[in-house]
């Protein structure tokens, strides 16, 4: 019954373990998956930004050229308001990708501790493992002293019922 139970331990134990470990891997891929989309969104982020700055000095030019001359403003006047769209467009985009920046780095934060507390978790069950594998180890010697004792038990029981057989033998004769 004691190596039943030992054994469901154990098995107990080992699908303990590999839970965790699946878990680990599910949470790892999970990660790396969030931080590709996550340099992915970063690297949009910047080339908005340039885009964005490009178009900004292309809009100060158009601006300086409107001062300039009079005569050129109805044609630039024209340029001035596309340029003046786009900016608007390209800021709420960039608003947009900030916070998808900032919602990224939560989960990426969430993940992380998600990512610790498992570790945490394994470590833990890993060292109850040592600790019960310890006491079944402790366990089983004491089960092979108790088998000693038994047999030699067994072997004083022999011996006491031969001087019995050989003591009724002498007061029967």
């Known amino acids: 019954m004691k190596r039943d139970v030992s054994f469901s331990l154990l098995g107990l134990i080992m699908l303990l373990c590999l839970g965790i470990a699946a878990a680990s891997v599910y949470y790892q ?4 998956d969030l931080q590709s989309k996550y340099e992915v969104s970063n690297d949009t982020l910047q080339k908005t930004m340039i885009d964005y700055q490009e178009k900004e000095k292309i809009l100060d030019a158009a601006l300086q050229n409107l001062s300039l001359s009079e005569e050129r403003e109805e044609v630039l006047g024209g340029k001035y308001q596309e340029v003046e769209t786009e900016k608007v467009g390209l800021q709420t985009d960039l608003a947009e990708a900030n916070e998808a920046i900032k919602s990224l780095n939560r989960q990426k934060e969430n993940l992380e501790n998600e990512v610790d507390d498992l570790k945490d978790d394994k470590s833990k069950l890993e ?34 019922k031969a001087e019995i057989v050989a003591l009724e033998a002498t007061q029967v004769s």
């Open 29 to 32: 891929y999970t990660y790396t």
């Open 127 to 160: 060292f109850e493992n040592a600790q019960l594998e310890g006491k079944i180890n402790d366990l089983n010697d004491d089960i092979d002293d108790l088998n000693d004792d038994i047999d030699t038990l067994k072997d004083e029981i022999k011996t006491l």
